[in-house]
Every structure is written in C-alpha cells, then in structure tokens.
C-alpha cells in the first residue's frame, strides 16, 4: 500500500543534540544478570519525547553514552512510524458469481432442513 502522509507531521531533526533537546532524559540502575556493574553504575537510560509523549527505555549495553545512541536511534523509529499514514482501503464490488453461488448455497440448505421435518399426517 502506499504511504502517505498528513498535515500532523512531526518534523525530526536530523541531528542528535537537536532531538535531545525536545526530550527528558532519565538515567537509572539497569538491574538484572550482569553482576555488581550494573547494579552499581546508572547506565539505563530513558528518554520522553516531550512534544509526542513517546518514551524509549534501553538499558542493553554497560556504558550510559551507547544506551543513549541507542535510545535515540528507537525515537527516531517511533517518530517515523508515527509519521507514515496508510490509505484507506477502498471496498471491492462483490462479483455476480459469488452472489449466484451463495444464494444456491442457501437454496441447498434450507431445502435440507425442510426435508428433516416430520411429514404432517392427515386425519382419514
């Protein structure tokens, strides 16, 4: 399908420190498997795209600068995705054979519950 795009675009900046200044970012301690340096250091970085609301959490790598460029690079993502617009899907006529036969198929089966009833007996 293709994509197309509508008046609410949000314009991305195409550099880091651009895009770091329309967000809040958070550091924390990661917490889980990887020992005494991750739950020493605040290497979890979460970021909240202040115009969209949109929040990215990574906490992947030990040092808190490659969590950030990773956070960065999922906003960039999300706020493309959010972006693209997909067309509406127009309906398709129903072709007449389709119809034909659907009503045939109808046909068939109410014959065959008509023919399930008991046969009516007549007083003689």
Do not use: W
Request: proline share 6%; aromatic share 2%.
């Amino acid at each position: 399908m293709p994509i197309v795009y509508m008046e609410n675009v949000i314009m991305i900046p195409e550099s880091d420190e651009d895009l770091l200044g329309q967000c809040s970012v958070t550091t924390f301690r990661s917490g889980g498997k990887g020992g005494q340096h991750v739950n020493k250091t605040e290497s979890a970085v979460r970021m909240v795209h202040l115009p969209t609301g949109i929040t990215t959490v990574c906490r992947d790598e030990r040092s808190q600068y490659l969590n950030k460029k990773r956070c960065l690079e999922l906003l960039r993502g999300k706020l493309a995705k959010r972006n693209e617009r997909r067309t509406p899907r127009l309906p398709v006529k129903i072709p007449r054979s389709v119809i034909m036969k659907r009503r045939e198929a109808k046909r068939v089966k109410s014959m065959k519950k008509s023919l399930r009833k008991k046969p009516v007996q007549s007083d003689e």
